[in-house]
C-alpha cells in the first residue's frame, strides 16, 4: 500500500490549505482514514480520521476549523484548513487503518508526509 500526501507550503496566518492522499488502492478497503502531525520536537498526533461511512472526528484544536472528506472514486482522502494558526506548522501525515480484532492488531499504513508551515 502506498499513500501520497501533497499540498503542503508555506501560508500565512488565518489562511488555508487543503491537503490531499491518494492510495495506490481502493480505499474503501480500509475502515478509516485520517492525517496525523508532528511538529518539531512533538510527538505525532492526531487530527482528524474519517471512516468507511463517513463519520468523522476531530482533534479539539482544530475543531470548526479542519474538514477531512474522502472521495472513493478518486481513492482519495483530503484534508480542508482554513483559519492556519502558527501552531498548526508541522508535518502532516496521512495514515489508512484496518482494522483488527481488537485495538492492538489494527494495522496501520503511512504516507511520506507533507510539510505545512504558517507563518505569524
Known amino acids: 500500500v502506498q499513500l501520497q500526501a501533497s499540498g503542503g507550503g508555506l501560508v500565512e496566518a488565518g489562511g488555508s490549505l487543503r491537503l490531499s492522499c491518494v492510495a495506490s488502492?481502493?480505499?474503501?478497503?480500509?475502515?478509516?482514514m485520517g492525517w496525523y502531525r508532528q511538529a518539531p520536537g512533538k510527538q505525532r498526533e492526531l487530527v482528524a480520521t474519517?471512516?468507511?461511512?463517513?463519520?468523522?472526528t476531530y482533534a479539539d484544536s482544530v475543531q470548526d476549523r479542519f474538514t477531512i472528506s474522502r472521495d472513493n472514486t478518486k481513492n482519495t482522502v483530503y484534508l480542508q484548513l482554513n483559519g492556519l494558526k502558527p501552531d498548526d506548522t508541522a508535518v502532516y501525515y496521512c495514515?489508512?487503518?484496518?482494522?483488527?480484532?481488537?485495538?492492538?492488531?489494527?494495522?496501520?499504513?503511512w504516507g511520506q508526509g507533507t510539510l505545512v508551515t504558517v507563518s505569524s
Open positions: 474519517i471512516t468507511g461511512l463517513s463519520s468523522t
Open positions: 488502492l481502493s480505499i474503501s478497503r480500509f475502515n478509516a
Open positions: 495514515n489508512a487503518r484496518v482494522f483488527g480484532s481488537s485495538d492492538k492488531y489494527d494495522r496501520d499504513y
